[in-house]
């Protein structure tokens, strides 16, 4: 069956400094890949997508995702953290291009001073 | 522009107690979804809708049912509450045709039985 793995389930990240969160899907081929944000109280937002092509993907409010095939990984990323970054990010996948959307146990996202 | 508006927001049920929740999406998408999530588990699938007129059954379906009303309508029944259904539910919408396009979300309804 699917799975999408996020493996930590809270990192706090000093505001101004990188951010990556992890991401591992099990998949035969490669599924529709998608990161999203949830603001407490809020429903979710869509950060990013890939569908194919060029595997580092640029979306929303400066995150970026890297698709690697080998590691059946898919990495979300931010150079400089904000405060207002403080959220729940979902990892899901929608495999062979069907509509059901998989989704990760999500990463709470903890930003300090 | 809403996009997908689910209604009630909150919702205090008894045990054995019915309600329907309600989900509507101006956005004229095809496929519709209904989710819960629960602390630790994301998000899983209830049921969802590829078209109007279809509804297949999602990861967790026991104790719900659902009905394709028209294309904008999805609406999402608990028949018999238990307290196992205390949840945030959460209704999507997706293009669906073709390739898998990204799915919108309501903003929630927050559900507890007791």
């Known amino acids: 069956a699917q799975s999408v793995t996020q493996p930590d389930i809270h990192i706090t990240v000093s505001e101004g400094a990188s951010l990556e969160l992890r991401c591992n899907y099990s998949y035969g081929a490669t599924p529709y890949l998608f990161w999203y944000v949830q603001s407490p109280g809020q429903g979710l937002q869509l950060l990013l997508k890939?569908?194919?092509?060029?595997?580092l993907v640029q979306g929303i409010k400066g995150f970026e995702a890297e698709f690697k095939r080998s590691q059946s990984s898919f990495n979300l990323r931010k150079p400089s953290v904000h405060w207002s970054d403080a959220a729940e990010y979902f990892c899901a996948v929608a495999p062979g291009g069907f509509q059901k959307l998989v989704f990760g146990t999500g990463t709470r996202l903890l930003v300090s001073p | 522009n809403a996009g997908v508006t689910q209604t009630p927001k909150f919702q205090v049920l008894k045990t054995g107690q019915s309600m329907t929740l309600q989900c509507a999406q101006d956005?004229?998408?095809?496929?519709m979804y209904w989710y819960r999530q629960d602390p630790g588990m994301g998000l899983r699938l209830i049921y969802y809708?590829?078209?109007?007129?279809?509804?297949d059954k999602g990861e967790v379906p026991n104790g719900y049912n659902v009905s394709r009303l028209n294309k904008r309508e999805f609406s999402l029944r608990l028949e018999s509450a238990a307290p196992s259904q205390t949840s945030v539910y959460f209704c999507a919408s997706s293009g669906g045709q073709g390739p898998y396009t990204e799915a919108f979300f309501g903003q929630g309804t927050r559900l507890t039985v007791v």
């Open positions: 890939y569908f194919s092509g060029d595997t």
């Open positions: 809708s590829a078209s109007e007129g279809t509804t």
């Open positions: 956005m004229n998408h095809n496929s």
